[in-house]
Structure formats: structure tokens, C-alpha cells
């Protein structure tokens, strides 16, 4: 075979390798996504941010090549049991947060927040840069999941309760919708906890089948009308500094995916990630502000006392936790190296700038 010849062989050849290559990355793929909250809600389901914004996003940035198809609590399975069907493929993703598969994966609770723990912006960088989102995913894998973050409110509300708390010792026999793990803490001062979607807060709030609840902020917490329920509104947010949405794919969907089509996928959620915390940002003062000055909702902090208990006795919970499992001493261990660390730096910059603006 002359040089020629022999170089048209080879482009030829390369060619006809590359071909199979070209034609997976310009399949099209056709999803669905579940949800752990109902039709409509705020930031969970809609609006900026929210994962029916995302699937947009990817439909978009995909030049529709990937398209995600959105449903919410109950439209194809109920709330609780996205975990499960993405794990068994039956959908190939889902949004929820990752303290309700506490029962499954017990240390996933740190991923969507830990109380007294980091803020926004030191819970995101411990997932993107400090070791977080590999653990998270390590955590997954025997389930057949990849995980990321898709969405954060920042900090929450305390909630709301029927009754004012004036000292620790009115927490005990309160019934409360309290997920995660300020749960633990709550029942180790004698609240009866209850895990509740968002859909049946109000109406369980609203009968007495609860004394107390928490949900999200002041925005999203108006539009379920808590307020109409219970006019106690705490705002300390001691138990949720930060909250993550939690987004998990199906790993063989995932795997099936070119590289540029994940790419997508990661870059739309980490978008999420900043716009809907921004929304919840935008929206919180002006609706506290109606809830306080047109509800009559009474809001304020928690006692000092009754915080410093909260504190003490979720330190120990922590402990006990990581004590009692490897696999959550692993996560708790790189959380609180970090958070240390990330104390350190806030305490000199973010705390000092606070401090400075404070009227």
C-alpha cells in the first residue's frame, strides 16, 4: 500500500471508529423526574431555581437533547418514595432533600444541614470543595445513586407554634413536624417528632393533631398558611442554617449519558444551586413584614436560655451519632474539620462585616 493510499485508509478507518461516538452524543433522551413536594410549590417545584426551572435549563442548554419531564408529590408516586425509584430505575431522577432517607442512608442527613452548624455559603463550599459532594456520593453509590446539590433556602424559620416557649421545659409532649436531624435533638428534650410532607402541615397544624411546625421562611410558609394555624413564629433558625435540595440520578441513566450531556446536568443544578437561594433571599422580608403586620403573627427569637440547651444538646447528639456509625463519623468528621476552619474565616470577615452594619 503506497502513502497515499495508506492515509486514506487511515482517516477511513478513524472515521468509521468515531462514528458510533458521534452518533451517542447526538441521541436524544427522554426522562422523568419525581418530587418529594406537591403541585406548585414554591421553590421546590417552581419558580426561579426551582426543579421544573432546571429541567428547563437542560432542555435549553441541551439543544433539547436531554428532556426531563417533572412530577410532583403524588402525580406518579407518592412523597417518600423518590429514593427507591430512582435507586430501581423506575424514574431516572428525583428532588427531595436528603434528610428524609434518614431511615436508609443515616448520615445523608448532613448533606441538606446540620443544626448549629454551616451557613449557605460554608454548607456549598464544604459540598463543591471541601470533600462533601465525594463522600455524598461515596454514601449513594451502593444504591445505585449519583447525588448533587439542586437548590438552598439559606437559612430557615424555627417555626410555628401554637403556644409561646418560654423555657426549655415547654418543648416537653409538644407533637411537631420536624425532620432531620434537629428531630434527634428535639426528642431528647421530649417532643413527640412527626415527619409530615409539606402538603399535610397546615391541616394537621390546623386540628391539633400537632402543636408545631416547621416548613421553610416566611414566603413559602404564608402560602401553606401556617399562620392561620399558629401565631407563634420563632426566627432563630438554629436548626436549619442552610437546607439543600437534594437532585439523584439513576447511575446506569447516568452512565448512559455523554459527557457534555452531564455536564449540563451539573452545571444547570449548581445554577439552581445560587438562584434559588437568591429568590428566597429576594422574597422573605416583605412577606414576614405582611405576616407580622397584617396576620398578626408574633415573631421573634427563641429565649437565649433555651437556644444554649438546643446548642448543648445538640452537640451531644452529634456525637452520639458519629459514635454509633463509622460511615456517619466519616461525614461528621470532614464536616466539622471544615466548619472549624470555615468558622475561623467568617469570624474575620462575614461576623466582622455584620457587626459593622448593624444598626
Request: hydrophobic share 40%; charged share 20%.
Amino acid at each position: 500500500m503506497d502513502r497515499r493510499n495508506f492515509l486514506i485508509g487511515g482517516v477511513a478507518g478513524t472515521a468509521a471508529l468515531a462514528a458510533p461516538a458521534v452518533a451517542s452524543a447526538q441521541q436524544t433522551f427522554n426522562w422523568k423526574m419525581t418530587n418529594s413536594y406537591g403541585p406548585g410549590s414554591p421553590f421546590y417545584v417552581t419558580g426561579p431555581g426551582s426543579p421544573t426551572h432546571f429541567c428547563e435549563l437542560v432542555k435549553t442548554m441541551s439543544g433539547g437533547r436531554l428532556n426531563i419531564q417533572h412530577f410532583a408529590a403524588g402525580e406518579l408516586i407518592p412523597a417518600f418514595e423518590g429514593f427507591d425509584a430512582v435507586s430501581a430505575g423506575t424514574v431516572e431522577m428525583n428532588a427531595s432533600n436528603s434528610y428524609f432517607w434518614a431511615g436508609k442512608v443515616p448520615a445523608a442527613q448532613f448533606f441538606t444541614t446540620v443544626p448549629f452548624g454551616l451557613n449557605f455559603q460554608g454548607h456549598t463550599a464544604w459540598i463543591y470543595h471541601g470533600g462533601g459532594l465525594a463522600l455524598w456520593e461515596e454514601l449513594y453509590t451502593p444504591f445505585n445513586l449519583v447525588p448533587m446539590p439542586l437548590g438552598n433556602t439559606g437559612v430557615q424559620m424555627t417555626g410555628w407554634f401554637r403556644k409561646p416557649i418560654e423555657k426549655v421545659e415547654d418543648f416537653k409532649g409538644l407533637k411537631m413536624r420536624i425532620p432531620g436531624l434537629a428531630g434527634k435533638v428535639y426528642a431528647k428534650l421530649g417532643v413527640d417528632v412527626k415527619l409530615l410532607p409539606g402538603g399535610e402541615i397546615f391541616p394537621a397544624l390546623e386540628r391539633g393533631v400537632i402543636d408545631a411546625a416547621e416548613f421553610v421562611g416566611p414566603f413559602q410558609d404564608r402560602r401553606l398558611g401556617l399562620q392561620k394555624a399558629a401565631k407563634y413564629y420563632y426566627t432563630t433558625g438554629w436548626h436549619e442554617p442552610n437546607n439543600v435540595t437534594e437532585l439523584i440520578v439513576n447511575k446506569a441513566a447516568w452512565d448512559s449519558l455523554p459527557a457534555d450531556l452531564k455536564e449540563i446536568v451539573r452545571s444547570a443544578a449548581a445554577a439552581c444551586v445560587v438562584t434559588s437561594h437568591t429568590w428566597c433571599e429576594a422574597t422573605n422580608s416583605d412577606a414576614l413584614d405582611e405576616l407580622v403586620a397584617k396576620e398578626g403573627v408574633t415573631a421573634g427569637p427563641l429565649p437565649g436560655p433555651v437556644v444554649d440547651k438546643l446548642r448543648e444538646v445538640t452537640n451531644q447528639t452529634l456525637t452520639d451519632l458519629a459514635n454509633s456509625n463509622p460511615k456517619i463519623k466519616k461525614v461528621y468528621d470532614s464536616f466539622t474539620a471544615f466548619k472549624a476552619k470555615h468558622d475561623k474565616w467568617a469570624g474575620v470577615s462575614e461576623a466582622v462585616y455584620q457587626d459593622q452594619i448593624r444598626v
